[in-house]
């Protein structure tokens, strides 16, 4: 069976500081792809970086990075810099054999303090 | 209208009501999916049609009815709903089914 585990369900982080949301993943797939989405209160979920397993390089987008750690089966975010607009819930989600279905994790709500 | 849009943005219907929520992509995708979003609970994937055939149905009741006439249009059609189907109704979408999906802004329904 697939899991996605997001420990952290909220954080406080001053403007203008790094920020790590943390993920660890299960599964027994060999190939699987990891992904990163923001949901502001509009309810709208925004893509935000993706990883693929067999990626030999850590995923960057501007201010976003994942931290890979595939013998941890970890997949954090990093936020550099972070901006008051980064106030939102932020979803850690996985993609494994059966293509079409992601699962998605319970969330961590990131405000962010000016 | 660009990317994945949703309407309307916000339902409220009785529980003898049909209603039908709407989702439009403009991305030029070939597969559209259907999640609800309930309080407290991840977010769970519904309906996927690939190349508007359905591939996918999780276990949903039969009280949502999906429809897919083509690749850029999906509905969801309501009918005898429950109170706890009250959710936020997100619909996505992607190039193909392995591809990253993106969403529309969502339905948020209140059933009474």
């Known amino acids: 069976a697939q899991k996605i585990t997001q420990t952290q369900p909220g954080m406080f982080v001053q403007e203008k500081e790094a920020v790590t949301l943390d993920c660890t993943y299960d599964?027994?797939?060999?190939?699987?792809?990891l992904f990163w989405y923001k949901q502001p209160s509009s309810g709208e979920m925004i893509f935000l970086i993706y990883?693929?397993?067999?990626?030999?390089q850590n995923a960057t987008e501007g201010r976003y990075s994942l931290n890979f750690q595939k013998a941890r089966k970890s997949a954090n975010l990093v936020i550099s810099a972070s901006q008051l607009g980064d106030s939102a819930m932020y979803f850690c989600?996985?993609?494994?054999?059966?293509?079409?279905?992601?699962?998605f994790g319970s969330g961590t709500r990131l405000s962010i303090r000016p | 209208e660009t990317g994945v849009t949703q309407t309307p943005r916000h339902l409220v219907m009785g529980m003898t009501n049909k209603k039908s929520l709407k989702c439009e992509q403009h991305?030029?995708?070939?597969?559209m999916y259907w999640y609800k979003q309930s309080a407290k609970k991840p977010l769970e994937l519904m309906f996927v049609?690939?190349?508007?055939?359905?591939?996918e149905n999780n276990s949903v009741p039969s009280r949502f009815s999906p429809e897919c006439p083509n690749s850029s249009h999906l509905f969801l059609h309501l009918h005898t709903l429950q109170p706890e189907d009250s959710a936020l109704y997100l619909c996505?979408?992607?190039?193909?089914?392995?591809?990253?999906?993106?969403f529309g802004p969502g339905t948020r329904l209140t059933v009474l």
């Open positions: 991305l030029g995708h070939n597969a």
């Open positions: 599964t027994s797939d060999p190939s699987y792809g």
């Open positions: 989600a996985m993609r494994g054999s059966s293509a079409s279905k992601i699962i």
């Open positions: 049609y690939n190349f508007k055939e359905q591939t």
């Open positions: 996505a979408s992607s190039q193909v089914v392995t591809d990253t999906q993106y």
């Open positions: 990883q693929g397993s067999y990626d030999q």
